[in-house]
């Protein structure tokens, strides 16, 4: 079984996309032989009032139970927007939203301030994981209106201390990994995931020594990045670096406990 712990569908201001509707990424997902893929909107980034991409989200996919079947809706809320627990009371009960993908840096907060403590803590008590992504798109080639500063796995530290019984998705993972002893211990301790869609997913014998085998999981970050990296990672991986069951962990077995499916 193969599962995708991180696509969306929506647009992108800077960047043409293709594949980005649930028709067309399922497609792709025929393609590869992926069975099932965590989705947000990315419109919900850039609208002032995030609710409108969530509606969006939820009237794409209740039009076919296929999608229904095979894509796990993410919302996106910003806890500095008036009614954002209204929003987060409607995505979880009338949406059926599974989860929560938050963007300090596009919305304007530090992700230890109270409203995201408050927000994720909300999601831990109704049993709902939180994503964050260390980098959307590449700054370096990325329109001067975006974003000029990428995450390292660092700026997660704070949420984690501040809510380390909440659980996590860490996804896009582009830039450093490195952690001090006390931090790895946290995040080692933590429910925690990290997709591997992000560049800096190579040296797999490392990461495995430093985290363990069960805190990583396939992830893709279409359609913004090509779809078959993420998994070439993974299937790449010689005898010696990860046997087949291993290798079974990374394409579903850890999410899929981390999901409780």
Request: charged share 25%; with cysteine; proline share 4%.
């Amino acid at each position: 079984m193969l599962i995708d712990s991180n696509a969306y569908i929506g647009h992108w201001p800077f960047l043409k996309l293709e594949n980005n509707t649930p028709e067309t990424l399922l497609r792709r997902m025929k393609e590869f032989g992926t069975d099932v893929s965590v989705i947000s909107n990315l419109n919900g980034i850039f609208y002032k009032n995030t609710q409108h991409a969530n509606e969006e989200l939820f009237d794409a996919l209740r039009g076919k139970s296929s999608y229904r079947s095979r894509l796990i809706p993410f919302a996106v809320i910003n806890p500095l927007y008036g009614g954002w627990r209204d929003d987060f009371k409607i995505c979880t009960t009338r949406m059926g939203m599974k989860g929560l993908r938050l963007y300090p840096q596009y919305h304007g907060y530090d992700i230890a301030a109270e409203p995201c403590v408050e927000l994720v803590k909300m999601c831990r008590d109704n049993g709902l994981p939180v994503a964050f992504c260390l980098r959307m798109v590449d700054s370096r080639t990325s329109s001067w209106m975006d974003l000029d500063k990428e995450w390292t796995l660092k700026n997660i530290v704070p949420i984690v201390k501040a809510v380390p019984d909440a659980r996590y998705l860490i996804v896009n993972a582009a830039n450093s990994l490195a952690l001090n002893e006390e931090e790895m211990q946290l995040f080692r301790k933590a429910d925690l995931l990290i997709d591997s869609s992000g560049r800096s997913m190579t040296y797999w014998s490392e990461l495995f020594q430093l985290f363990g085998t069960n805190k990583f999981c396939f992830g893709t970050h279409a359609p913004l990045l090509d779809y078959f990296s993420g998994l070439l990672r993974i299937e790449s991986l010689r005898e010696n670096e990860a046997d087949e069951k291993t290798k079974e962990l990374l394409r579903s077995g850890n999410i899929k406990k981390w999901f409780g499916l």
